[in-house]
């Protein structure tokens, strides 16, 4: 939230001042108050405020104990001015807690319309306005209350006038000005990863705007296909696919996942489950996700403004309903203490066989189990590494153990201890145990789990 928006600038007998400021006095205190509380002392930042010319026309923050100021110095020379040059800045006053980078487009945009108007009209320098009144002031109160109010603006500014009254331009300039959040910048996104959609987009698809891959690749986003496998089931371009989904994911609409699969896989749980284990709401929400038929949503505000819910489409479901009757026999207290039995080096298979086996596993979707707990942070998949240490004692074609070098060259790149096996098989269009057949053909190869 904006705690105060001012424009000062140099003048030619004072030095720096504060020409206007919303809320009155937020800046520079009252003449009959000197002592009154400000967000910043003034006279001890100017100096960051109007700087030197070379730091003008670039956007400057800097902070005081208590608060951020944002702030795009702009000097503009002509033999109309006192000393040739006219030096000012709009600036803006922010919380340290507040993410502060959407507003240096804000105040860059801001300071650098009013350059024009000053470059074409004198907007500026030809306002004799009384301070904290005027045109100016208007446009920075206006600002002000519609950002921190509805996050955008669109302020008409009034025409300058010359000496003799009459206007400068017919033409009305506008201020149109949008806030938009910036969010952290999502993971890359490989061949190997599987999206799940966290917002239902079918009611939003628009065909004429929309981009066609993504109108393509959206019935496939199911959670269980691989991006790989999403391009080929759309006949889209793999790029083109991952740049959509890197737009998805940058706006919340989709969380990446790993391959699902019963053979060497195996998970780990991690510190936030503990979390899991105090919050009885998410220990509900998990009974109803992981039951053969779920009964609830798993998630519920995505950070872009879509809702809905399409976990119900993964195959092997069944609809969302209110409660269903699986669930109903599922207490959270036996989902900890599934999830407490998962340990890294045990496969999945092996672990079902023992919980199937003490009757543990009864109404339980085994996918959307480990989904929920991958999702919510308690579950942790363990990848495997394949690292190939060259050895020279043994000559390839004297060792029937290392023909896999002159058999299969294209996996060399792959066995440097940093390519997991998902994205191998993905990137070579093979299945784990052909990969494994193909490793024990190599010489020197070891397999690292992490």
């Given at each position: 939230m904006i705690k105060s928006i001012f424009y000062c600038k140099f003048d030619v007998h004072k030095g720096p001042i504060v020409e206007h400021q919303?809320?009155?006095?937020?800046i520079t205190p009252p003449s009959d108050n000197p002592s009154a509380p400000t967000f910043l002392p003034?006279?001890?930042?100017?100096s960051y405020l109007i700087p030197r010319q070379t730091y003008t026309f670039r956007?400057?923050?800097?902070?005081?104990?208590?608060h951020r100021i944002l702030s795009h110095p702009i000097c503009l020379r002509s033999s109309t001015y006192l000393r040739n040059e006219f030096l000012f800045t709009f600036a803006i006053v922010l919380p340290l807690t507040t993410p502060f980078h959407p507003y240096m487009a804000i105040i860059a945009k801001l300071s650098g319309l009013f350059s024009g108007l000053e470059s074409s009209e004198r907007f500026l320098s030809r306002d004799t306005s009384p301070r904290d009144t005027g045109p100016v002031y208007s446009v920075l109160e206006i600002l002000r209350e519609d950002l921190n109010n509805y996050c955008e603006c669109m302020i008409p500014l009034p025409t300058s006038a010359d000496d003799h009254g009459s206007k400068l331009s017919s033409q009305q300039e506008t201020l149109n000005i949008k806030l938009f959040p910036l969010y952290p910048q999502p993971p890359p996104i490989r061949p190997h990863h599987v999206p799940l959609l966290t917002v239902s987009l079918s009611g939003y698809a628009d065909r004429d705007n929309w981009d066609l891959t993504l109108l393509r690749i959206i019935p496939f986003i199911d959670g269980v296909n691989s991006v790989r496998r999403i391009a080929d089931l759309a006949d889209a371009e793999p790029k083109l696919v991952r740049k959509a989904l890197e737009h998805l994911a940058y706006y919340g609409c989709i969380v990446l996942l790993d391959i699902f699969s019963f053979g060497g896989t195996s998970y780990g749980i991690t510190p936030e489950l503990a979390a899991f284990v105090k919050d009885v709401r998410a220990r509900d929400e998990g009974r109803s996700f992981v039951s053969s038929q779920p009964g609830h949503e798993l998630f519920r505000r995505p950070k872009c403004e879509m809702g809905g819910n399409v976990l119900d489409k993964i195959p092997g479901t069944g609809p969302i309903v209110e409660e269903s009757v699986a669930s109903a026999h599922l207490d959270g207290t036996r989902l900890v203490e599934l999830y407490t039995t998962l340990r890294p080096g045990q496969s999945l298979r092996n672990w079902c066989i023992e919980r199937f086996e003490e009757g543990m596993l009864e109404g339980i979707d085994i996918r959307r189990f480990i989904m929920f707990g991958i999702v919510r942070g308690g579950l942790y998949r363990v990848h495997r590494y394949a690292l190939w240490t060259k050895g020279d004692?043994?000559?390839?074609?004297?060792?029937?153990?290392?023909?896999?070098?002159?058999?299969?060259?294209?996996?060399?790149?792959?066995?440097?201890?940093?390519?997991?096996?998902?994205?191998?098989?993905?990137?070579?269009?093979?299945?784990?145990?052909e990969l494994m057949a193909r490793l024990k053909e190599w010489r020197n190869v070891h397999l690292i789990q992490k």
């Open positions: 919303v809320p009155p006095h937020s003034f006279d001890s930042y100017a956007s400057i923050s800097f902070c005081t104990p208590t004692d043994v000559e390839p074609e004297k060792d029937s153990h290392a023909i896999g070098p002159t058999k299969w060259p294209e996996m060399a790149r792959f066995l440097d201890g940093t390519h997991c096996f998902d994205e191998i098989c993905t990137e070579l269009g093979i299945s784990e145990r």
